[in-house]
């Protein structure tokens, strides 16, 4: 991963106004936000201030996205492509993007897909584990206390309780059984040194099989 920081601003190569253009995309939706451009300054006040700043060719100025709206860019990480002459910058939003009122300068929602979710899950899952050992009093960390057999005994309970509401067509107590059934199954994957990025790449593989 090409990750800028400031001694590798150098490396850049600025047209000839010393710009260079920024795509913005969320950090979290990874849905693209706005398109805008940055000179040395703009770098390194984004760097400095962990809010993402332009120079504005129209005002011929430094601007933070934000510094009227209070709609700032909260910076995460910057990205250079492999000819160093356009950023990718990761961002998290705080309220709409685009001056227009909208979520983005493409006129796209940028709510959150739920799928999305389970990545901060398992991160949340992750740390329960790295601290488990500290008696953190937290079901997930006393999970991994009591160890793989307790884990796979929970999982196997809810996938029980999965197919009796499946079988008494109750839908929603269903997607409630359903949820606690993919938790347990992702602390198990952790406690297994795993992930659903290795079964989905099993699944990937088993549907290109399908077709070939």
């Not at 700043?53 to 995460?76: A, C, H, M, P, Q």
């Amino acid at each position: 991963m090409r990750i800028l920081t400031p001694d590798k601003i150098a490396t850049l190569t600025f047209d000839d106004k010393g710009l260079i253009p920024a795509i913005v995309q969320d950090f979290t939706t990874q849905r693209v936000l706005m398109l805008g451009y940055m000179n040395h300054e703009a770098i390194l006040r984004t760097f400095d201030s962990k809010q993402v700043t332009f120079f504005s060719r129209s005002k011929d100025r430094i601007w933070t996205k934000g510094e009227t709206s209070g709609n700032y860019l909260k910076l995460n990480t910057i990205l250079f492509d492999c000819d160093n002459d356009a950023l990718l910058i990761l961002a998290n939003p705080v309220g709409a993007v685009c001056h227009t009122g909208t979520d983005t300068c493409f006129d796209q929602s940028n709510d959150q897909d739920p799928l999305l979710f389970l990545r901060e899950l398992r991160a949340v899952i992750a740390g329960r584990q790295s601290t488990a050992h500290l008696e953190e009093q937290s079901y997930t960390a006393s999970l991994f206390r009591k160890g793989t057999p307790k884990i796979a005994q929970k999982v196997g309970e809810e996938a029980v309780e999965v197919v009796i509401e499946a079988l008494r067509n109750d839908k929603e107590r269903f997607i409630e059984e359903s949820a606690d059934l993919i938790f347990h199954l992702m602390v198990l994957c952790a406690q297994m040194d795993t992930s659903f990025e290795d079964i989905s790449r099993v699944l990937a593989i088993r549907n290109q099989r399908s077709r070939d």
